[in-house]
């Protein structure tokens, strides 16, 4: 029975996978920090990104990074200058937290970002998720990523449920995820898993438009009740 039950997982994870890459190639969003990925860009739209709805972080991105192109340029920034400009975004509050962030790298890691997870980890600000973020599209690393939205498609698709748990708190969902990520497709899976939550399997999904409806147990459970 457990040979069966692996084999099962192993062909699900496979046509999941496959059908998220493929939805994600014709459904693809357009953001600045994903057009030539560099680890500091993707550092700096973790940062702008949380608690931030992604058009205004989108529209800012680009003239903060021309006016601030490497860590070492905020940590030189006159602090006015920075709130002023972090400030449009509602986010002059994270002008000393960005300050810290970008002095530890130029003063531990000669202003360049770390690759290594528990190196990314101990600097302000970075959670797993961010470190995760930073790896997978700043470094093409075959990281798992799981935030909320994520965390909701993986729960319903294999679990059959809603999110019941914090995501940065549920080690168990974030070792779950990991065995899911392609090799040497990492960055297109969690870039295709990302959209598609925030597309098509929202907190009230449109299971009609899904791709994967077919393998999903929450739509055996829930979806299909309610046609």
């Not at 192993?10 to 994600?24: D, S, T, Y």
């Not at 003239?63 to 860590?71: G, L, Q, V």
């Not at 340029?73 to 006015?80: G, M, V």
Request: charged content about 25%.
């Amino acid at each position: 029975m457990a040979h069966i039950a692996i084999n099962y997982f192993e062909n699900k994870k496979r046509c999941f996978v496959q059908l998220i890459l493929e939805w994600g190639k014709e459904n693809k969003r357009s953001f600045p920090w994903r057009e030539n990925r560099t680890p500091y860009k993707v550092l700096l739209a973790e940062i702008l990104l949380q608690r931030t709805p992604a058009n205004r972080v989108a529209d800012f991105l680009p003239s903060f990074i021309k006016r601030f192109p490497a860590p070492f340029s905020i940590t030189a920034a006159n602090r006015d200058d920075l709130e002023r400009q972090l400030q449009s975004l509602g986010l002059k509050k994270r002008t000393k937290w960005l300050t810290s962030l970008m002095k530890e790298l130029c003063e531990n890691y000669d202003c360049k970002i770390p690759d290594k997870e528990d190196e990314l980890i101990k600097l302000p600000g970075v959670g797993l998720y961010t470190a995760r973020a930073i790896l997978c599209f700043g470094f093409a690393k075959d990281v798992s990523i799981v935030d909320v939205n994520v965390a909701r498609v993986l729960q319903r698709v294999f679990h059959g449920s809603n999110v019941k748990k914090r995501p940065s708190e549920d080690e168990a969902l974030w070792s779950f995820a990991a065995k899911i990520v392609p090799k040497g497709l990492g960055p297109q899976y969690n870039e295709a898993l990302l959209d598609h939550a925030s597309v098509i399997c929202k907190k009230n999904p449109l299971c009609e438009k899904c791709p994967i409806s077919a393998l999903c147990n929450y739509y055996k459970i829930v979806g299909l009740a309610k046609v």
